[in-house]
C-alpha cells in the first residue's frame, strides 16, 4: 500500500524550531518529486516546498524562505521539514504529499501550533 | 505568484445534481491543473490532473476541462459522498498555487 506517515508535530513558541519527517513505503521514494503542503485551521491549502528525486533542486513559497528547509534520505525513504524561527501563522497541518502528475499521494498530515 | 480564483465559493445542491464549479488563472497555464476534494479532517484527494485527466479510481461522473486560463470541474450527477470542499491548483510555475475552495452543501 503506498502511504506517507507525517510525525513531528507539536506546540511551540514564536521564534521556535521543529523539524517534521514524513515515512514513505509502498513506491519507489526516490523516483519522485516530493512536497510538503500546509492549512491553516479552518483555511485554504498552500503550498510549501518542493523537492526532486535526487535533492538538487528545492523550491519555496516566499513566506518560509529562509526560514524552512525541506530535505530528503532516499536510503531511508524519509523526507523532512526544518522549521525555524517559527511564526503564529504558520500554525498548520502539514501535509506530506507526493508530486507525480500533481500532488498524487497525501499523508494524513501533523498538526504544528505556535503560540 | 500566479493567483487561482474559484467561484462560486459555495454552493448548495441536491442529489442527482449536476454541478459546475469553475476556476480561473490570472495567467496562462496551459493544462498544469489539478482538482481535490477534501472533506473535513481528511486530507486532499487528487480527482483530476492535466485539466482533464481523470485519476486512478475517481468515478467518472466527474470531469474536468479547460486550458490557459479558464477551467471548470463537473459533477454530472451528484452523489451524497460528494458533498466536500474542492480546490483547483496550478502547477505550472513556482510557487505553485491554489483556488481558495468551493465548500458543496446539501440543499
Known amino acids: 500500500e503506498v502511504q506517507l506517515v507525517e510525525s513531528g508535530g507539536d506546540l511551540v513558541q514564536p521564534g521556535g524550531s521543529l523539524r517534521l519527517s514524513c515515512a514513505a513505503s509502498?513506491?519507489?521514494?526516490?523516483?519522485?518529486?516530493m512536497s510538503w503542503v500546509r492549512q491553516a485551521p479552518r483555511k485554504g491549502l498552500e503550498w510549501v516546498a518542493n523537492?526532486?528525486?535526487?535533492?538538487?533542486?528545492?523550491y519555496y513559497v516566499d513566506s518560509v524562505k529562509g526560514r524552512f528547509t525541506i530535505s530528503r534520505d532516499n536510503a531511508k525513504n524519509s523526507l523532512y521539514l526544518q522549521m525555524n524561527s517559527l511564526r503564529a501563522e504558520d500554525t498548520a497541518v502539514y501535509y506530506c504529499?507526493?508530486?507525480?502528475?500533481?500532488?498524487?499521494?497525501w499523508g494524513q498530515g501533523t498538526m504544528v501550533t505556535v503560540s | 505568484a500566479i493567483r487561482m480564483t474559484q467561484s462560486p465559493s459555495s454552493f448548495s445542491a441536491s442529489t442527482g445534481d449536476r454541478v459546475t464549479i469553475t476556476c480561473r488563472a490570472s495567467q496562462g497555464i496551459s493544462s498544469y491543473l489539478a482538482w481535490y476534494q477534501q472533506k473535513p479532517g481528511k486530507p486532499p484527494k487528487l480527482l483530476i490532473y492535466a485539466a482533464s485527466t481523470l485519476q486512478s479510481g475517481v468515478p467518472s461522473r466527474f470531469s474536468g476541462s479547460g486550458s490557459g486560463t479558464d477551467f471548470t470541474l463537473t459533477i454530472s450527477c451528484l452523489q451524497s459522498e460528494d458533498f466536500a470542499t474542492y480546490y483547483c491548483?496550478?502547477?505550472?510555475?513556482?510557487?505553485?498555487?491554489f483556488g481558495q475552495g468551493t465548500k458543496l452543501e446539501i440543499k
Open positions: 523537492i526532486k528525486q535526487d535533492g538538487s533542486e528545492k
Open positions: 509502498g513506491f519507489t521514494f526516490s523516483s519522485y518529486w
Open positions: 491548483q496550478q502547477y505550472y510555475s513556482y510557487p505553485y498555487t
Open positions: 504529499v507526493r508530486a507525480k502528475y500533481a500532488f498524487d499521494i
